[in-house]
């Protein structure tokens, strides 16, 4: 192609440009494809604007592949082609690695030069599993087609390398060498036999300890590309670490260095294998330089040529834009993981030097397109941030070099060339440009304010994330300060660039975003006033900006007209700030804000029930965080549908028979039933328990069933089991079987039976035959049951979370919200399912709603005990109330009154009793902090939903629940025992009330 060259440019012979600009330039001649560089200009000028995008995008191609081979193009043809790629397909001038793959770039893999101790402290017992592991390593970097080479430091091994030559082992040679260690630490031999690679590698060292020799004679490794140090398990703990410090200052400051600790070493080809598998190639391309995993021509790193390729791609439309972002931010974010390696070796570095150049140019031309560029507001963002970090990693560099004049001379030099810039200053000169010169100055009027300069500077800062409102009280003085403001022809007193400008729009109205933008001046302008320290000037991005001129066209507070006449340029269509997928965008402030200028936006009808959807997941979430699992008791019969007793004369009913000796007899023949075998001779008690541990049977009752009959029965005592009676309480239970059969049913039978042992501890032992003595204990016993009540036992249920919300699931009618319950109650098994959870449990939540609305079903009762119970029934219904409770709590406006302005008020217009005063907490002389307690119902101990004040006492209740106390307790206050004469709504405290929970929402 050279010699092509060289015929082309002497020869006389000329191609048409028509005929080279119809070439297919991937199937072209070599000698083709050279006519079509040394005559590019001419061939795009002949083309149309689409033509010249696909013709000149195919060159390019085709100019990098013809490189990567090796072949020499000239640098102006290079240039020219870069000229023309910059102005139609500005993305394609930076290119990933995966790029250059993809356009099959005859790409190379870098060398691997392992530098490994030998010194005798390798000596170990590990020393042999270590060698195994480092030739498996080899051999596995060998398969990928990297080229391996071993460098042995240490002991003796200076004469293996002086035997052959000085050079490098390969692999190969170093799996089949015999090396014992022994000796001192030498490393720096090691570096100089590698000082001059031809070609870029990366490098490995392992060691376990110090180099002994003078570490400051390492010498400079041009082509190290990255640095692995690996401590063997028997190292010292942090060694890695400390050899950082000796190897930076012999490679390049962007070098990674990657330290494998002693604790890391199992994973030791693991970590290598990874990191080269993903980093480990490269292109040779002339004239192109490679930053991180970014491939550009370094013609291109000239700040004005970043702009113009800035400029065109803007002039393509947001996707292009979009495209070459995303490449600018991934430049800069290699660029701020360097820095966090060692800012020191990064800010020296080639590559920090070139990228911070552009960040001014940049910064500049995103600003001029920051109201109608989604990609102009992320890199302003992101640049404005990496600019603020690396100003803190330079301050504390500066501090910690103080001795070095020259350094910090050097330093402060280059970030004030570089890196300092102004966005008051990118505001005038974009709005000089645009609108001219200001035509006077806003006056906020600071010394009016009766506040802190902390509560200033802390409202002016919660401008910055006004997609949560923070504080009420911080927004209303903010709304204040635009409320007093004035256009001024003089410039508040203060230091100049704290003064807020003002440009008149060619309709005639004030540039509004401007002024939103400079208002955190006013903070520099009231310490100066106030004679304190001032902080460091700063700005509202403009997206922050015109969130602040939605929410106060959504406020409807009173500004100054030349703010309302403004307000309609800045409110009006966004994606950006409509963007639902944007996790800002759906805070439950912001979501309000939307669906309250959805009018105004041109909000779709999709999205705004979107917006409501999210609102309604949002109180479904409050709610549930305040779910718990909960212990319900109730009483109900210990027998169903059965009477205290039987009514019956039939002594055999209450009733058991004795002889006179006490001995238990049949009621129907009084004669003697089999008698229990009672053994009180410790010896013959012993010998059945042995016995009994023997045959491992049941041979004896327990000893409380014979106490009641035997009450003189001595301790130790047993009955045998085989000879016991049968307990009284069987024994009467057989007895009324036997008189009524199946008459009654048991649980009446065992109600009788529990009432008589209830009113006389036992059931009463008769004589038989005795008529009288039976007449007179049966009448005794009917007249104890007379009022005996029936038995009654306690229930106690554990209501779960998941209980309440099968039954919400259930009893809704609305399908969103019982879709968006149960997404909440399956999300767990859902993410373990699926090995992992790919989806935020709130978006499953919507997505489980809006599914329900897409695919109805029919929702089955989900069966949950003892939901027949009232006790249960309300609780359940307490909680469905409180549930949409919580979701019309999200159908309200935004709250922007300040909750303590909400009680003043409502303290003017009715009495509170010091009881809920007493939560009422004051915090300083502008912030009020309301607590719970103060919205508590004193009856129902929730938070009052109607809020009713009785009068005379002034105590609050809820409607509902004073309504009902009253009304079985003779209108008495059941706080103060006072007579109630009246019950009356409060809606000033149900606003207060209302308030407080949306507070605690957003």
């Known amino acids: 192609m050279t010699e092509d060259t060289g015929h082309i440019s002497e020869s006389d012979s000329h191609v048409s440009w028509n005929a080279l600009s119809v070439l297919d330039i991937k199937e072209c001649t070599q000698s083709q494809f050279l006519e079509v560089l040394m005559n590019l200009d001419e061939i795009c000028t002949s083309q149309s604007a689409d033509e010249r995008t696909t013709f000149i995008e195919h060159v390019y191609r085709r100019m990098l592949h013809t490189i990567s081979l090796m072949t020499n193009i000239s640098l102006d043809r290079i240039v020219a082609v870069i000229k023309q790629l910059i102005t139609y397909s500005p993305v394609m001038t930076i290119l990933t690695v995966d790029d250059l793959k993809n356009m099959n770039i005859e790409m190379e893999k870098r060398s691997v030069i392992i530098h490994f101790d030998m010194s005798g402290s390798m000596s170990t017992s590990g020393f042999g599993p270590l060698v195994n592991s480092l030739k498996h390593l080899c051999k596995s970097l060998h398969d990928q087609g990297i080229d391996v080479y071993v460098s042995l430091f240490g002991g003796s091994t200076q004469g293996v390398h002086a035997a052959l030559g000085g050079r490098l082992l390969t692999s190969e040679e170093f799996k089949n060498g015999d090396y014992r260690p022994d000796g001192g630490t030498a490393f720096c031999p090691s570096f100089e036999r590698t000082k001059l690679f031809p070609t870029a590698y990366d490098a490995i060292i392992i060691s376990d300890g110090e180099f002994t020799d003078d570490v400051s004679l390492l010498t400079f490794q041009e082509h190290c590309q990255t640095v692995f140090f690996v401590a063997p398990p028997w190292s010292p703990l942090g060694i890695e670490k400390k050899h950082a410090r000796t190897i930076s ?67 393509q439309g947001e996707t292009q834009l979009q495209a070459l972002t995303r490449k600018i931010i991934g430049l800069f974010r290699y660029l701020e993981e360097t820095a966090k390696l060692n800012f020191e070796r990064c800010i020296r570095g080639e590559d920090f030097r070139n990228l911070m150049s552009l960040v001014n140019p940049l910064i500049r031309s995103a600003q001029a397109h920051l109201e109608t560029s989604v990609a102009c507001q992320q890199l302003y963002g992101y640049l404005d941030k990496i600019v603020s970090s690396f100003a803190i990693e330079k301050k504390k560099l500066l501090k910690n070099n103080a001795h070095d004049p020259k350094f910090t001379a050097e330093l402060q030099k280059f970030w004030d060339h570089a890196m300092t810039y102004s966005e008051r200053e990118c505001i005038i000169e974009e709005n000089t440009r645009r609108y001219g010169q200001p035509i006077g100055f806003l006056n906020i009027h600071t010394d009016r304010l009766m506040c802190t300069g902390e509560i200033l500077s802390e409202a002016l800062q919660q401008l910055r994330r006004l997609y949560v409102l923070e504080s ?20 508040t007193p203060g230091p100049e660039d704290s003064r807020i400008l003002i440009w008149k729009k060619p309709d005639g109205i004030v540039d509004l975003l401007s002024i939103l933008r400079q208002l955190p001046f006013c903070l520099q302008q009231y310490q100066y006033g106030k004679n304190i320290s001032q902080d460091r000037p700063w700005t509202l991005q403009p997206m922050a900006a015109t969130r602040l001129a939605w929410v106060m066209d959504v406020s409807h507070r009173s500004f100054p007209d030349f703010i309302l006449q403004s307000l309609p340029t800045l409110v009006k269509p966004c994606k950006f700030l409509t963007d639902l997928d944007r996790d800002e965008n759906r805070e439950v402030f912001w979501a309000k804000i939307i669906r309250e200028l959805a009018p105004k936006i041109d909000l779709s009808i999709e999205n705004l029930q979107l917006v409501n959807q999210i609102l309604i997941v949002y109180g479904i979430k409050n709610f549930i965080m305040r779910l718990y699992d909960r212990s319900i008791t109730y009483e109900r019969p210990l027998y169903e549908n059965a009477l205290p007793y039987i009514d019956t004369d039939e002594p055999t009913a209450w009733c058991i028979f004795v002889n006179k000796m006490g001995e238990r007899v049949d009621p129907r023949t009084g004669e003697v039933t089999t008698q229990s075998r009672l053994i009180t001779d410790p010896n013959q008690i012993e010998s059945w328990y042995r016995a009994n541990l023997t045959a491992h049977g049941s041979l004896v009752r327990p000893r409380y069933l014979t106490r009641i009959e035997f009450p003189l029965l001595p301790d130790d005592a047993i009955e045998l089991y085989q000879t016991s009676n049968q307990k009284d309480t069987d024994l009467l239970r057989n007895q009324l079987f036997e008189l009524y059969g199946s008459s009654y049913s048991s649980d ?10 209830d009113q006389f501890k036992a059931v009463p032992h008769v004589i038989w035959g005795s008529t009288n003595l039976i007449t007179n204990t049966v009448v005794s016993i009917k007249e104890a049951c007379q009022n005996a009540p029936i038995i009654i036992e306690k229930v106690i249920i554990d209501v779960t979370r998941s209980n309440v919300i099968n039954y919400l699931c259930s009893h ?92 003043h008020k409502t303290q003017l217009t009715t009495t509170i009793d010091r009881g809920f005063l007493s939560a009422v907490t004051t915090e300083n002389e502008s912030q009020t902090r309301l607590n719970k307690t103060l919205f508590t119902c004193p009856i129902t101990l929730d938070i009052m939903e109607n809020p009713a004040i009785t009068t005379p006492c002034g105590h609050m209740f809820d409607m509902s629940a004073i309504t009902e106390y009253l009304k079985t307790i003779n209108n008495i206050c059941p706080v103060c025992r006072t007579t109630v004469t009246d019950v009356t709504h409060n809606d000033a405290f149900k606003t207060v009330i209302e308030a407080w929970l949306s507070h605690q929402t957003e």
């Not at 192109?288 to 791609?313: C, D, E, H, K, Y």
């Not at 009280?473 to 410039?491: K, R």
């Not at 089955?860 to 006790?871: A, F, P, T, Y």
């Not at 549930?883 to 300040?898: D, E, G, K, T």
């Open 249 to 315: 200052p012999c490679v390049k400051p962007n070098v990674p260095y990657i330290g494998i600790a002693s604790d890391e070493y199992p994973q030791l080809e693991c970590i290598i294998n990874r990191f080269l598998r993903e980093n480990n190639t490269f292109a040779q391309l002339t004239g192109f330089v490679t930053i991180g995993t970014f491939v550009l021509p370094s013609s291109i790193l000239a700040p004005t040529r970043m702009r113009q390729i800035f400029i065109n791609a803007v002039a």
């Open 472 to 491: 009420p009280d911080s927004l209303s003085l903010v709304f204040e300060l635009l409320s007093m403001s004035t256009i001024d022809d003089q410039p």
């Open 748 to 757: 009446q039978i065992n109600a009788h039976i529990n009432t008589i042992r």
């Open 812 to 903: 809704c009618d609305d399908l969103f919200i019982s879709g968006a319950l149960t997404g909440f109650a399956t999300y767990s098994t859902m993410a373990s399912q699926e090995g992992g959870a790919t989806i935020s449990k709130f978006d499953y939540a919507v997505e489980c709603g809006q599914k329900a609305i897409l695919e109805p079903t029919i929702i089955q009762n989900v069966r949950i005990h003892h939901l027949d119970q009232s006790s249960v029934q309300q609780y359940m219904k307490q909680k469905y109330k409180q549930l949409m409770q919580s979701i019309r709590l999200m159908a309200q406006p935004p709250q922007f009154s300040s909750l303590s302005d909400l009680l």
